[in-house]
Structures are given as C-alpha cells and as structure tokens.
C-alpha cells in the first residue's frame, strides 16, 4: 500500500483517523495496530523483521540504561545492522564472486533500521530515557507515515508528543494541506517529470541538449517524489499530534555542496552528522584525518542508498567535492554567489546522473552525452522537444525556490477562503492523475 493510491487515501487512513479521534487515549495502540497491518499489506513474508526490530530495540534500551556499556552498545548496533547488511548487501557482495542469488529487499528497513539505532544510540549517551510503555515505542518505530520512506524521525524529538496527544484544529488544518500538496508534488510533477525524462532517455538520435535536459528532468523528478513523500509524511503526523521535523529545506537553491547537504534529506545528513561524522572526530582535526572522515561518511551514504558501484561512486563524488570546498572553493564561493548557485545546481545534477545509473556502461555513455562527444548539440527533434518541455521545466525550477512558496503566501492573505478551492483543485487533479495511472510507487521506496 502506498499513500498516493487510492486504497490508502480513501480506506486505510480515514479510518485510523476516526479510530483515533473517537479514541484519542488508545492513539498509540491503534497507529501501532494499523501500522503493522500497513506493512503486513505490502510486506506479508517480512513483519516478523518489523516486530523484532522493536521487541529488540524496546529490551535492549532498557538494558543500555542501566549497564551503559559501550561493548553491549556494539553488540545492539550490530544486532539492528544484520538484517539491513543481509537484504541488502548479500547479493552484492555475492556477485562479486559471480555467485547469484535473489533476495527481495524489505521496504523500509534502512528507515526503521536507522531509527533503532539512533534510538539506542541516544539511550547510552544519556539524551533521552529508555521508552518504558512498550506500545508507545512500537508506535514510534513503526508509525506508518513515515515507516517506508522516512523522513528519519528520531525517539528524542517526538518522546513527549507520545506521552500526550494533543490535536488542534489549526494543526490538522495544516495537515490536510500538507498532505495534499505532497500528493500533488508526487502523482501531477513528479510523475510527469518522470515520463518526460523517459521520453528523452529514449531518443533515437539524442543530442547534448537532450541529455541535459533528460538530466534535468531526472533531478526535478527525485526532489519532487521524495519531498512529496517527506510532505504526506509531515503531513500525516500532524493528523496524529506529532511535529516531524523538516526534511528538505529547498536544497537546489544552495550555494555550495556542503549547504545542499544541509537542505537536502535533512534526517539522513543529520543522522550520518552525529552518528558517523562527530565520533570520528569531525572536522576538529588534522586535514589527513578530516579527508579520511569525510570519505568514510559519504562512502557510508552512498552504501546505504544502495548496493551497486553508482552509489558508491556516488558517495565518493560527494566527499571530494565538500573536501574541495572546505579545502579551497568556500571563500571563493561566498564571495560569488551568482556562481556559486549555478556551480552547486549543475554538479548536483550531475550527481544524479550517476545516482540514477546503475549500469556503469550506460552512465558512461550519458557523461560522453552531457559532454558533447560523439554526438551532436542540436537537432530538430530536440529542437520540439525544448519547445513543448520547457515551460514545464521552468515552473517546476521556481516551484522548486523559495519564490514560488512566497507568491502563494502572498496570494493567500488576499484569498483567504478561497485556498480551499485551490486545494480541493489540486486534490482533485492529483486524483486524476492517480485513476488514469496503476501504479505509483515513489522512488525512496527501493533504499
């Protein structure tokens, strides 16, 4: 079950909604109940990982708490790590010796892996107390809205908003708003963005232009699904009395690499930041050892997205681009902004050149393309193709800023009630697009 279905929208939620409103005490117990059940639609042979995860992570805080070891800290870290290493990294690693096996990737196990680990994590260093009610924690690691795709919610920033559920209608208002315009992000652009680029990756006779465009197109397409998702996922836990935090912060206006990172998958970059980064000493050491940090962090990064030598080369590309810009570019970039923001749009679009490639043949082939070897900048199907696509690729690079997000504010105080016509609007053509397609899985699902 995904949220933009209509299973989902128009069954599974309404119904945890009444269920809790009419029973607002019995909250945690009744997302936890249907959470499961979510999982257990989509995931029949892998819930038992599910309820391992919190059994164990549930016992073994308690347990940290108390003794504060830093080996049994170890020995739960590695514990949570097993299975994520098993599903995801077996056959990888397998296939390095030629040996072929298929293993089927449980959804969302590098989320709610993550979130155990940050959780005992936490524990052993005194930030939060060990959960003591066992539904309330099994609510938190498993709640539904952002158990498949994150964003990456920590135990300590919701541990008081499980105790108490407290509801407004001005939160539920936002939530509802939240909600529709992740699902519009999701099924009317990012859908869109997606057949588009598919369209241009399928040229007979692509050219510079097309690449570029098919580029760009790849990039829009990721940021607007995955913040879509991280918008319902907000927008869901405001329906519950829960304030995830932000996940992307308008990533593609930044001026440099390092502040894409600190716009971009906000919770991973933290996560990475205070569970990697700063125990290996930061950036508060000799510039050897800084380089070595960064290039362990961002190897990590790119590994846990996935499996393959594009993530991994990925990861890499990442850490010696932050390592230049520590080293060498940072002042020089402060100093020209201009520059910096086109420099930091196009290396990041680069980035996903290679994030979306897979087979290293093929993303070989699209850098000669972008590039302009072996074959030619323009031709007159590009030429149709820049005609009919580019309105569309420029009002989703300012929906993308800050800008667009300020003219509906503006527009809003003048409106007033009429955003809900506006929303109701955008509902209805998410829905649309939603019957006229099958199937629409976003793209985080497969990390």
């Excluded at 077996?90 to 089927?104: D, H, Q």
Aim: proline share 3%; glycine share 6%.
């Amino acid at each position: 079950m995904v949220f933009s279905s209509v299973s989902f929208i128009f069954y599974f939620l309404p119904i945890v909604i009444v269920a809790i409103y009419l029973l607002p005490k019995q909250r945690n117990l009744i997302l936890l109940i249907s959470s499961i059940f979510f999982y257990f639609y989509g995931e029949k042979m892998y819930v038992a990982i599910l309820l391992f995860a919190c059994l164990f992570n549930y016992a073994f805080a308690r347990y940290l708490e108390s003794h504060r070891s830093k080996r049994m800290l170890v020995l739960g870290v590695a514990v949570d790590l097993i299975a994520l290493l098993y599903f995801k990294y077996t056959a990888f690693l397998l296939g390095l010796f030629n040996i072929s096996v298929n293993i089927v990737l449980p959804i969302g196990i590098s989320f709610f892996t993550f979130q155990g680990l940050s959780y005992l994590c936490d524990v052993y260093e005194g930030r939060v107390a060990a959960e003591r009610r066992f539904i309330d924690f099994a609510a938190y690691l498993t709640m539904f809205p952002q158990l498949v795709a994150g964003p990456i919610v920590r135990y300590q920033d919701i541990a008081a908003e499980l105790s108490v559920f407290k509801s407004s209608s001005d939160s539920f208002a936002c939530g509802i708003r939240r909600f529709i315009v992740g699902l519009f992000k999701k099924l009317v652009i990012a859908n869109t963005l997606g057949e588009l680029a598919a369209i241009l990756a399928s040229l007979n006779e692509p050219t510079v232009v097309s690449y570029w465009l098919d580029a760009f197109f790849d990039a829009l397409q990721i940021y607007f699904d995955f913040s879509a998702y991280s918008d319902m996922a907000i927008g869901m836990g405001l329906f519950f009395g829960f304030h995830f935090l932000e996940n992307f912060n308008y990533p593609f206006i930044a001026r440099s690499i390092r502040e894409f990172w600190q716009r971009w998958h906000i919770s991973l970059s933290t996560f990475f930041k205070d569970y990697v980064y700063i125990p290996l000493g930061g950036s508060k050491v000799k510039i050897s050892r800084y380089i070595i940090n960064m290039l362990i962090v961002w190897f990590l990064t790119g590994f846990w997205h996935g499996a393959d030598w594009n993530f991994m080369l990925w990861g890499i590309y990442f850490a010696v681009l932050i390592i230049a810009e520590k080293l060498w570019l940072s002042r020089w970039l402060n100093d020209h902004r201009i520059f910096g923001h086109v420099y930091t749009f196009v290396l990041v679009v680069i980035s996903f050149v290679i994030f979306t490639n897979p087979d290293l043949d093929r993303l070989l082939i699209n850098f000669k393309g972008l590039l302009g070897l072996n074959v030619p900048l323009l031709n007159v199907e590009t030429i149709y193709y820049c005609r009919n696509y580019l309105p569309f690729l420029l009002i989703c690079l300012i929906s993308a800023t800050p800008l667009g997000h300020k003219l509906y504010e503006r527009w809003q105080k003048k409106i007033g009630y009429a955003e809900i016509a506006v929303l109701m609007i955008m509902f209805m053509m998410a829905i649309g697009f939603l019957l006229d397609e099958s199937f629409n899985p976003f793209l985080y699902f497969r990390f």
